[in-house]
């Protein structure tokens, strides 16, 4: 794993405080904080887990292909997890949340599946090994935070969170300084934000190099950035300092999308408008998705986002930190967050990535 000295121990689990009157939960508040947080998750029901098959019941397990995968039946066929072949992704059965962002749109994720690490990259048979085991029985039908969680932690009008060391390691995240020459028809804010310019500490990669914040770019991240924080700092993912140097997920939309990293679900043909792929049921909660928006960057990915699955009007929705919004979020300025139908996100998805 990636270490600085000091690092920060961060919670394993965040408290949910449930508000009257409603099902609805939200993150433990500071007391100033109580009036701006919007209702991010809520829990509304609960999986049976005797009956799906971690109590009692025979467990069945399926290997299908593309991609290759290995996936966990219940005595009653459900499917009770999913792990695919050259990923640490699991996507777990569990009870069911409601993901919604009311400041920037009505659509709401109702999931009951729950991203997580594995600790070592899954493979065939590994669900006969020890590690494999210990892992599953920790944290299926367990309601710690998952990748998620995380990256809701991070929306608009999320609460500070700190660490034992006074970190503020969740909040409300922006996008980036707002840009110099953005009224010259350039971008309106500035990119480079990485997640140590977020929590305003340096932080030493696994290469040795050693990156320093930015003051101007506190508590923000753009895109890559983003997921670099919900997988990497928070999640435990390997992490380079840059696109070339290290392993683990690297800095930019592009590098992480040609990376070897991971299983590439929907394969990378190319960045014109002929090569958006055209079939993406593949996709499951949890996939890295990778888009080409800007004809400036030539030939690079320039925008990365991370699959929920589909809200409640059947949309295929995704979560990424964004110019228009200022930040993280599920929301419709700019473009709805839909890789369905031939909308803006939509018509520029190129690849699909499962880590």
Known sequence: MPKRKGRPVLHAATVLTLLAG????TFELRQDEQEKVPAVQSVTDKVDLENSGKVGGKQTWERLR??????????????IATFTDGARTATLKGPSRTFTEPSNTKSRVVTEDWVRLMPETWRKGAEKEKWFKDWFKEFYGSE???VFAYAFQYIEGAPVKKDDEGIAYAGDASFGPLNPNGSEGNDLRDELSDFYDYLGIPYTFRDGVTQQPETQRARAVDCS????????????????????????????????????????????KGVGASDRPSHIDVL?????????????TKQRLDHVGMYMGHDTDGHMIFVSSREEVNGPTIGDKGGTSRLDGNGYYASTLRSAKRL
């Not at 409603?22 to 939960?25: I, K, M, Q």
Request: glycine share 12%.
């Open 284 to 296: 499951q909660p949890g996939d890295l998705v990778f888009f080409k928006l800007d004809q400036r």
């Open 22 to 25: 409603s099902a609805y939960f």
């Open 225 to 268: 950035g983003f997921q670099r924080l919900v997988w990497g700092y928070r999640a435990r993912y390997p992490l380079r300092s840059s696109d070339t140097s290290g392993d683990g997920l690297p800095r930019s939309a592009n590098g992480m999308a040609r990376s070897d990293i991971g299983a590439d679900i929907i394969p990378l």
């Open 144 to 146: 710690e935070d998952d």
């Open 66 to 79: 593309a991609p290759a995968r290995s996936v966990l039946r219940s005595e009653g066929g459900a499917v």
